[in-house]
């Protein structure tokens, strides 16, 4: 069953200091330096998702090679997220390959748990999408998972899990 919150957590993380995540998957480690000195407000969100479990099991339900993989909807659809929103943290981070940045809708302030790396350097995305991370291990693991997008072909291959991801925080 998908966890529900009521609000955005309260801030529990130190924005001084260093954040990674491995997301452990069905094809390998994926290890994210998660960057609270650009958005502490979603860096916060992720860890304390990450640590409730809530990624726990969960695909990355749209993999564009050549664009993004995109992950944390418990529902694998595209449209499910954690019962609230964050508000935008833009930064002039370019979205170079292995950015990491908060899915959103057209609403800038719309982000919850859904998450996406990309694969290339998309300046489309630069300013318009939060960054609040990088992958500093594993894209190699990125370029594995299978292509899929299940808003073109609701009968596309099954996502790759999110097994767990574990914080470690410096």
């Given at each position: ?34 960057r ?18 809530y ?116």
């Open positions: 069953m998908q966890k529900k919150y009521d609000a955005m957590p309260a801030m529990t993380i130190d924005p001084t200091k260093t954040y990674t995540a491995t997301l452990n998957t069905d094809k390998g480690g994926i290890v994210i330096k998660l609270a000195d650009l958005a502490p407000l979603h860096v916060n969100s992720f860890v304390f998702l990450a640590r409730e479990g990624f726990d099991g969960v695909t990355f339900h749209r993999v564009l090679p050549g664009f993004v993989a995109q992950g944390g909807d418990p529902t694998g659809s595209g449209a499910g997220g954690p019962g609230y929103t964050i508000p935008a943290e833009f930064s002039n981070v370019p979205y170079d390959r292995g950015t990491v940045g908060a899915a959103r809708t057209n609403d800038p302030n719309s982000a919850g748990s859904q998450f996406y790396i990309t694969y290339a350097r998309v300046p489309n995305l630069d300013n318009q999408y939060t960054v609040f991370g990088e992958v500093v291990e594993g894209m190699d693991v990125a370029d594995k998972l299978t292509p899929r997008d299940p808003s073109r072909n609701p009968n596309a291959p099954a996502g790759d899990k999110i097994n767990s991801v574990d914080i470690k925080e410096e």
